[in-house]
């Protein structure tokens, strides 16, 4: 079996690889053990909201297996902030944290996963009380993740990507972070971008991040676009919902480059669009990204996708 890739130090965390798993894979942060010993170095749980809800209708995930690529418009399927909140002090009680070391029985069941917590809001908040919907996901989620991504660029609930704007955006963030700041111990606070921006409005998002000290930026989320498809995807591409996968690698990769370069690398970017293979972790590394996730590869490639981009990242 390889070894895992060395762990790698950002906002003062020490992540045991640079390969983690996308949020809305393990919405309800239920498969932490299992995700943990397909060697994930970190897991994002959500996108969770405040109250429950069952999301979209179902079907909502379609595959374009010519394109290696998935049509999703999930819609935050979630159990809701307080149950997800009580299952992760479960995992943490269980798994040795917050014990001291000495505590632990079984030091070799002392978990060393990462757990990002993917925030949003509910589908019947309206925008201009969505900061309060991720102030409530920010206080239940703080004691038990260990970094937040805040989520305002899925296409799959009715006007969340307006929240994009810069002044909402600023009401929204600047809000989180004056709370963050207010704990003992503030955990780092991401923003997750849509690929669909365009250049004036990724030039408003790194300048607010600078301003408000956001800690990072998560590029990118799925596509409302469909370029590039297969003639055998057509029919299937008119299934409304977020595009990810291959498709999506370039115009996220361009977009990591294009942060990256703009602020001179000095807001960290986890790279997420498209990544398949080792190579395709490089690429997004080259261009900027301090970690890397994935969600349609492991879809794609299966359990072993972990093992074989960090072999890829050690040979390098």
């Known amino acids: 079996m390889p070894k895992a890739q060395p762990g790698y130090t950002l906002f003062n965390i020490n992540f045991p690889n640079k390969v983690g798993l996308a949020a809305g894979f393990d919405k309800n942060a239920e498969y932490l053990r299992e995700l943990e010993c397909l060697g994930f170095g970190f897991v994002e749980i959500g996108t969770v909201t405040p109250l429950p809800q069952p999301g979209n209708d179902k079907p909502r995930v379609f595959r374009l297996i010519k394109d290696k690529a998935l049509i999703n418009r999930m819609g935050f399927n979630n159990e809701g902030v307080k149950a997800i909140a009580r299952r992760l002090k479960d995992w943490r009680e269980k798994n040795g944290w917050p014990l001291a070391v000495d505590q632990i029985k079984n030091k070799e069941q002392q978990t060393k996963l990462i757990i990002g917590g993917n925030i949003g809001k509910n589908k019947?908040?309206?925008?201009?009380?969505?900061?309060?919907?991720?102030?409530?996901?920010?206080?239940?989620?703080?004691?038990?993740?260990?970094?937040?991504?805040?989520?305002?660029?899925?296409?799959?609930?009715?006007?969340?990507?307006?929240?994009?704007?810069?002044?909402?955006?600023?009401?929204?963030?600047?809000?989180?972070?004056?709370?963050?700041?207010?704990?003992?111990?503030?955990?780092?606070?991401?923003?997750?971008?849509?690929?669909?921006?365009?250049?004036?409005?990724?030039?408003?998002?790194?300048?607010?991040?600078?301003?408000?000290?956001?800690?990072?930026?998560?590029?990118?989320?799925?596509?409302?676009?469909?370029?590039?498809?297969?003639?055998?995807?057509?029919?299937?591409?008119?299934?409304?919902?977020?595009?990810?996968?291959?498709?999506?690698?370039?115009?996220?990769?361009?977009?990591?480059?294009?942060?990256?370069?703009?602020?001179?690398?000095?807001?960290?970017?986890?790279?997420?669009?498209?990544?398949?293979?080792?190579?395709?972790?490089?690429?997004?590394?080259?261009?900027?990204?301090?970690?890397?996730?994935?969600?349609?590869?492991?879809?794609?490639?299966?359990?072993?996708?972990?093992?074989?981009?960090c072999t890829t990242l050690n040979s390098k």
């Open 124 to 309: 019947v908040t309206p925008n201009e009380e969505a900061w309060k919907d991720y102030e409530i996901c920010f206080r239940e989620l703080h004691p038990y993740v260990d970094y937040f991504v805040v989520n305002v660029s899925s296409p799959n609930t009715p006007g969340l990507r307006e929240l994009q704007e810069k002044d909402s955006l600023r009401k929204i963030l600047s809000h989180l972070q004056t709370i963050n700041e207010s704990q003992i111990h503030p955990k780092p606070l991401l923003l997750k971008i849509a690929p669909d921006l365009n250049i004036e409005q990724i030039d408003d998002v790194v300048e607010l991040a600078l301003e408000i000290k956001l800690d990072g930026l998560v590029a990118t989320n799925t596509t409302i676009t469909r370029e590039g498809l297969s003639p055998e995807s057509v029919e299937r591409s008119k299934e409304t919902g977020g595009l990810s996968g291959k498709p999506l690698q370039q115009k996220s990769t361009e977009i990591v480059k294009y942060i990256a370069e703009k602020t001179k690398r000095a807001i960290p970017i986890m790279a997420s669009g498209g990544i398949f293979t080792g190579d395709d972790a490089i690429e997004k590394l080259n261009a900027g990204a301090s970690l890397v996730q994935v969600w349609t590869g492991f879809i794609y490639e299966g359990p072993g996708i972990v093992k074989k981009i």
